[in-house]
């Protein structure tokens, strides 16, 4: 995990926890030890879940996140590519989303702002509203 991308006082709390405790959250097995929001579906390659922090500003914030504890995009099979939009579409149409933005971190967390080294996607719908963007670190 990397505490220097975590943005809220929850987030750092239950991150330093985890890491004395020593488990990737992430991992399905681990997932709800400090993760407050249900699982809302889970598939052969990925689960989905609300953001237990989600991001200023946004209406919605999902997390999908690879069942297998992995941090490369580029080891996701074809087929898991395809059940993430599924997935995404699923989540679209249960919460009468019209738009949204689907972001994935990949690699080294110095450099792409994610806090957990295990890989998983976001679906982050704003407002729409110019005035109350929704803004993370990518990068």
Not at 11 to 22: L, T, V, W
Not at 98 to 119: I, N, P, Q, Y
Request: charge should be negative; aromatic fraction near 8%; glycine fraction near 6%.
């Amino acid at each position: 995990m990397n505490l220097d991308n975590a943005r809220t006082a929850l987030q750092i709390e239950n991150m330093k926890k985890i890491e004395a405790e020593g488990f990737c959250p992430f991992c399905p097995e681990n997932m709800q030890k400090y993760h407050t929001p249900p699982i809302l579906k889970t598939g052969a390659y990925w689960y989905v879940t609300p953001n237990m922090y989600p991001y200023e500003n946004s209406t919605h914030h999902f997390l999908f996140v690879t069942n297998e504890h992995i941090s490369d995009s580029r080891k996701l099979l074809p087929e898991a590519w395809a059940e993430l939009q599924e997935l995404q579409n699923w989540v679209m149409a249960e919460h009468q989303i019209t738009h949204g933005t689907l972001l994935m971190r990949s690699g080294d967390m110095s450099k792409t702002g994610s806090s957990v080294l295990h890989l998983h996607a976001q679906l982050v719908v704003g407002s729409g509203n110019p005035e109350k963007p929704v803004t993370t670190r990518i990068g």
